[in-house]
């Protein structure tokens, strides 16, 4: 397989706050990752993809001045949610995958988000 | 468009009963890639398997089978001997390769519950 990490885990900030999630890929070099948004006992919505150099593509109905996207690394990208508000509570997964096994996606461990 | 349905939205056995997670998914793309992920209540999505459309040989590993028929665009997922570690959301889900990239879509989700 492959490892995906993400970081923090759990975030709790206050409506208004900015709050940055890192996506890494661990032990292959990623110049494509997938940010997802599952809220609770539903399934993953596919928010955007982060392109590694170049500006990331965001699904239809996802607000790129919201939630801002930067793949600076092969290995790194990082999804901000800028002035978070209640509704944006949610859990962020990110996967990638390594180009010698095709387009398998390997997802990270999720950050649960929280704005009060 | 692309679409997975996992009709099944809960499931619920005795523990060593066996038990199929159906998935049936739309696609026009000829070439496309099938993936089963498990979500145990950490929250992280867990690789089964990939499987491509050229290839519809049955798949076992262990305790785990997966039937892909694509004259029926099913690909579903068959637990033998279930055991309680096995309770989880299981996700079936659909590549599709747009500009360059290989998006997810996943189906709803089947919550599996194996009772002792």
């Known amino acids: 397989g492959a490892v995906v990490s993400q970081h923090p885990s759990r975030v709790i900030c206050k409506s208004g706050t900015s709050v940055k999630i890192e996506c890494r890929s661990l032990?292959?070099?990623?110049?494509?990752m997938f940010w997802y948004r599952q809220f609770p006992k539903q399934s993953l919505m596919l928010m955007a993809t982060?392109?590694?150099?170049?500006?990331?593509?965001?699904e239809q109905g996802v607000e790129k001045d919201k939630f801002l996207i930067n793949h600076a690394s092969l290995t790194l990208s990082t999804l901000t949610v800028t002035s978070a508000h209640p509704e944006d509570s949610s859990f962020y997964i990110c996967?990638?995958?390594?180009?010698?096994?095709?387009?398998?996606?390997?997802f990270g461990p999720g950050t649960r988000l929280t704005v009060l | 468009a692309q679409k997975v349905t996992q009709a099944q939205t809960e499931i619920s056995v005795v523990e060593k009963e066996d038990v199929t997670l159906d998935c049936v998914y739309e696609?026009?793309?000829?070439?496309?890639?099938l993936f089963w992920y498990k979500q145990p209540p950490s929250g992280e999505l867990v690789f089964l398997i990939r499987?491509?459309?050229?290839?519809?040989q049955n798949e076992i590993s262990g305790r785990y089978s997966w039937n892909f028929q694509k004259s029926t665009s099913s690909f579903n997922f068959t637990i033998t001997a279930s055991q309680v570690v096995d309770s989880a959301v299981y996700f079936c889900?659909?590549?599709?390769?747009?500009?360059?990239?290989?998006?997810?879509?996943f189906g709803q989700g089947t919550r599996l519950t194996i009772n002792p």
């Open positions: 996967s990638a995958g390594p180009t010698r096994q095709g387009n398998t996606q390997y």
């Open positions: 032990d292959f070099q990623a110049t494509t």
């Open positions: 982060s392109n590694e150099g170049s500006k990331a593509t965001y």
């Open positions: 696609t026009r793309d000829t070439t496309y890639y």
């Open positions: 499987r491509n459309s050229f290839d519809e």
């Open positions: 889900a659909l590549s599709e390769v747009q500009r360059g990239a290989q998006k997810l879509v």
